[in-house]
């Protein structure tokens, strides 16, 4: 037997699920109503735009209001409207979206970039702070009359007609005794801050413009300067040092993802700071929670990211699961190591001027991921003693012929602090050896990386072992201190230092050669780095 039907909803059972537990904040309903007004705005904008509205537009504005003792907050804007009919059917049903309905009615003509609704629930979290919510509307099409709506959340509504003159909406929240905490001030200002800051129309609350409609992320990079930049920073985070460099990404395919990242000026671990990276869909606010969408490595960044394609309705666990939210990472790692591969290709000067303070990020990425490894090789750049830059494959020619051991080893020495390790670095320069500097917070986490990643290479800090021993090329030199002399003047520096970890290796292969040098063997010595530093990966 088969047979086929219809899945019918019994919405008394329904509207108590929509209400709970579709937005785990309740604060979420400002955010909808707010993008409802917007979209509104933005439809009548499109409308006007295309001709299909000849009317006087007039200032778009989105106004938010309250009052406290009749206890409403209030919604307006001077949009789109609606009549009656469009209420019973945009608003009676749930579920069913007019804003995808209005962008897919004229996605052939003009730019459907600015409507953000697209689930068609958000209306309904007014319920989660509102007894009561009613409608005033007055769609923008000639002649037609004001409609009013009101609901108390049941599954019954009252329709009628309004005294409304002008076009638009304003939503009427009759606030629940549970959510008084919404009537205050400061406390709808904050939330309208938080969700509203960069929407694309005005949102006026107690007679100030809270909003830049306009945010860099928006515009096209060769539209802006450095100064637009850090200005746009400033905004994000008032009195934070200025970031030396920043990525503006700007795609279209495989997804619509636009948003700035800065990497903000580090001096000590300490200083870095995850979670300053803000989500946003179609310039409205979702999280700053980013770790799903953004790689690991890349949280340490600053700036925002905006994707329609991130879905704005739902909760955190739901956005984990989301196949786009998963490409997005990937696809960000990818785009972060094209723009820098292309910096260093078009300005190689001015990526080494920059690479202080990017080489820790791009160092914290290579040891995290795998992917950004692989495309970070080529620019990720080394510094020698005489602060030459050099890529990981530069280098590895430029040391190619002193520096091989006998067992056909490249051998990498590098120094982790210039002035007390500068005996070490003078007598190996001496020798004709090259010594890069490798002292910033995680080079010893981007050591043990590179290490299992570059094959026939050894690192060694340059004060290691004494210069002859760091590189052994098999080559015995005549020792100038018999053995016998060696033990006792070894005796003597092992009585006074008395420290178990270090090593004492009494040398003096030749005349101009430091007699004497203490060591910790290299793999102590990483063992202690570490843990000073911490874990990096
Ligand atoms: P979505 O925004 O995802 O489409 P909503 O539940 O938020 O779903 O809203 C349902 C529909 O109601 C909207 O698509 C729109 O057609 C209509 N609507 C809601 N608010 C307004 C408003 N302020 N002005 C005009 N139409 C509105
Ligand atoms: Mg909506």
Redesign the pocket.
């Known amino acids: 037997m088969k047979e086929t039907g219809n899945i019918s909803i019994h919405t008394e059972n329904i509207f108590p699920i929509i209400k709970k537990f579709l937005y785990s904040d309740h604060e979420i309903f400002l955010r909808?109503?707010v993008?409802?007004?917007v979209?509104?705005s933005q439809?009548i904008k499109r409308l006007s735009s295309i001709g299909e509205f000849n009317g006087e537009l007039g200032e778009l504005k989105v106004k938010v209001s309250f009052d406290k003792d009749k206890k409403t907050i209030t919604?307006s804007?001077n949009?789109?409207?609606?009549t009656a009919e469009?209420?019973k059917?945009?608003?009676n049903q749930?579920a069913?979206?007019?804003?995808?309905?209005?962008v897919e009615k004229y996605k052939d003509q003009g730019d459907d970039k600015g409507i953000?609704?697209?689930?068609?629930?958000?209306?309904?979290?007014a319920f989660m702070v509102a007894k009561e919510v009613e409608?005033i509307?007055k769609s923008y099409q000639e002649g037609s009359e004001a409609a009013t709506w009101k609901c108390d959340g049941s599954t019954e509504y009252t329709i009628g007609s309004a005294k409304k003159k002008t076009r638009?909406?304003d939503?009427i929240l009759h606030i629940a005794e549970d959510s008084e905490e919404f009537l205050e001030e400061f406390k709808l200002k904050s939330i309208l801050e938080k969700y509203g800051k960069f929407l694309p129309i005005e949102i006026e609350f107690g007679d100030k413009v809270i909003n830049n409609p306009n945010p860099i992320w928006t515009k096209s990079p060769s539209d802006l300067t450095d100064e637009d930049y850090l200005k746009f920073y400033e905004e994000l985070y008032p009195f934070q040092e200025k970031p030396l460099f920043w990525i503006h990404l700007n795609v279209d395919y495989p997804f619509n993802l636009t948003g700035i990242l800065y990497f903000p000026k580090v001096k000590n671990e300490m200083q870095l700071q995850r979670e300053k990276i803000s989500l946003y869909s179609r310039q409205v606010f979702i999280t700053d929670e980013v770790k799903d969408i953004v790689p690991e490595f890349l949280m340490l960044l600053h700036g925002v990211i905006d994707s329609p394609d991130i879905p704005l309705?739902v909760s955190r666990s739901f956005l984990q699961a989301d196949s786009n939210v998963k490409k997005i990472n990937s696809y960000i790692t990818k785009k972060v190591a094209d723009k820098l591969a292309e910096l260093f290709k078009s300005d190689r000067p001015a990526f080494e001027e920059k690479f202080a303070n990017i080489g820790l990020f791009i160092k914290y990425g290579m040891i995290s991921d795998e992917k950004f490894l692989e495309k970070a090789k080529d620019f990720c750049l080394v510094q020698d003693t005489n602060n030459k830059y050099f890529t990981l494959d530069e280098y590895s020619e430029e040391v190619q012929a002193a520096q091989t051991d006998k067992d056909g080893n490249k051998v990498y020495l590098y120094t982790t602090d210039v002035e007390q390790q500068d005996a070490f670095i003078q007598s190996a320069q001496n020798k004709g050896y090259s010594i890069i500097k490798l002292d910033t917070l995680i080079d010893s986490h981007f050591i043990n990386t590179m290490e299992s990643k570059l094959e026939k290479t050894q690192w060694k800090r340059v004060d290691a072992d004494a210069v002859d021993k760091l590189i052994d090329t098999g080559i015995t030199l005549e020792a100038i201190l018999s053995d016998a002399q060696k033990e006792s003047v070894k005796k003597v520096f092992e009585e006074t230092m008395n420290d178990k970890q270090k090593v004492v290796a009494v040398e003096a292969m030749s005349p101009d050669e430091l007699p004497a040098i203490v060591t910790q063997n290299e793999f102590m010595r990483r063992m202690s780095d570490m843990s000073k530093t911490g874990g990096g990966g």
Request: glycine share 16%; charged share 15%.
């Open positions: 909808e109503l993008s409802n007004a979209d509104a439809k919604i804007d949009g789109i409207g609606m469009e209420i059917k945009y608003i749930i069913f979206s007019g804003a995808t309905e209005f953000i609704g697209h689930f068609g629930l958000g209306f309904y979290s409608i509307s638009g909406t939503i309705n």
